[in-house]
């Protein structure tokens, strides 16, 4: 059995669109074919002009760190603690915050405007769970 993380996820209409990409390993947000407003999580309405004719948007490259807590309860017993689960957000898509599991750099280490690529994780039921991977910082600590 392959070792899962996280939560699982309650798959909705509106979500399903995300968790389908996810587990193609893309990251995939609302966005609103009337005014252009990106969403996450996925609603299936606009939180800016609250038109329900959402399309999917993919979002690509490097995120930023936003906010950050580490995790020291043992709520999953198969992910040990502890860790780091950072909200990240995307140069280019306002509006959209994604939080997951920071990897690639101990808890300690995680940090407000840090830079990370998108990466997944194999979760509960077959599904992909959105995680960030930490890019080595330039003065070349370890990853
Ligand atoms: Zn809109």
């Not at 390993?25 to 609250?50: N, T």
């Given at each position: 059995?392959?070792?899962?993380?996280?939560?699982?996820?309650?798959?909705?209409?509106?979500?399903?669109?995300?968790?389908?990409?996810?587990?193609?390993?893309?990251?995939?947000?609302?966005?609103?074919?009337?005014?252009?407003?990106?969403?996450?999580?996925?609603?299936?309405?606009?939180?800016?002009?609250?038109?329900?004719?959402?399309?999917?948007?993919?979002?690509?490259?490097?995120?930023?760190?936003?906010?950050?807590?580490?995790?020291?309860?043992?709520?999953?017993?198969?992910?040990?603690?502890?860790?780091?689960?950072?909200?990240?957000?995307?140069?280019?898509?306002?509006?959209?915050?994604?939080?997951?599991?920071?990897?690639?750099?101990?808890?300690?280490?995680?940090?407000?405007?840090?830079?990370?690529?998108?990466?997944?994780?194999?979760?509960?039921g077959g599904f992909?769970?959105?995680?960030?991977?930490?890019?080595?910082?330039?003065?070349?600590?370890?990853?």
């Amino acid at each position: 059995m392959d070792a899962t993380v996280g939560i699982p996820p309650a798959v909705t209409e509106e979500t399903e669109a995300f968790w389908a990409a996810a587990k193609e390993g893309r990251l995939v947000v609302e966005g609103c074919s009337s005014c252009g407003a990106e969403s996450f999580p996925p609603r299936g309405i606009c939180r800016s002009c609250r038109a329900r004719t959402p399309v999917p948007v993919e979002i690509t490259g490097r995120g930023r760190v936003y906010s950050l807590t580490v995790n020291h309860q043992r709520w999953l017993p198969d992910l040990p603690v502890p860790y780091a689960v950072v909200l990240v957000e995307f140069p280019g898509h306002p509006g959209v915050r994604v939080a997951g599991r920071l990897r690639g750099c101990p808890p300690e280490r995680a940090a407000i405007g840090m830079a990370v690529d998108i990466g997944f994780e194999p979760g509960p039921g077959g599904f992909a769970i959105p995680s960030f991977v930490a890019v080595s910082p330039a003065d070349g600590a370890a990853a």
